[in-house]
Nanobody
Framework: QVQLVESGGGLVQAGGSLRVSCGASGGTFSSYLMGWFRQAPGKEREFVACITRSGSSTLYADSVKGRFTISRDNAKNTVYLQMNSLKPEDTAVYSC?????????????????WGQGTQVTVSS
């Protein structure tokens, strides 16, 4: 079973940048599709980005495309989400998730393991 721990959240002004990280332990990290999801107060959790096992393919939500970059370092068992040009509407708890699926997936139900999340707040 994989344990996931996010870090790097915080408060940033609109237009700023932030990188959140997710460290994995207890499993073979390179075997998992990794994703980032977010949930704002009063809203449902939504897909942000995902990256395949090797890192060769990525997918982004339209709302973050061109601003966010997902990457992974399998040697460090870590996945990252670089967030640039942040907007107040990006404010949410960001969670990483691991899926046993081989291919790209945006559906949270297809992810097997979840971290606790890290708060990202963007002020206007």
């Amino acid at each position: 079973q994989v344990q996931l721990v996010e870090s790097g959240g915080g408060l940033v002004q609109a237009g700023g940048s932030l990188r959140v990280s997710c460290g994995a332990s207890g499993g073979t990290f390179s075997s998992y599709l990794m994703g980032w999801f977010r949930q704002a107060p009063g809203k449902e959790r939504e897909f942000v980005a995902c990256i395949t096992r090797s890192g060769s393919s990525t997918l982004y939500a339209d709302s973050v495309k061109g601003r966010f970059t997902i990457s992974r370092d399998n040697a460090k068992n870590t996945v990252y989400l670089q967030m640039n040009s942040l907007k107040p509407e990006d404010t949410a708890v960001y969670s990483c998730a691991a899926s046993l699926r081989g291919g790209i997936s945006t559906a949270s139900v297809l992810y097997n393991y979840w971290g606790q999340g890290t708060q990202v707040t963007v002020s206007s």
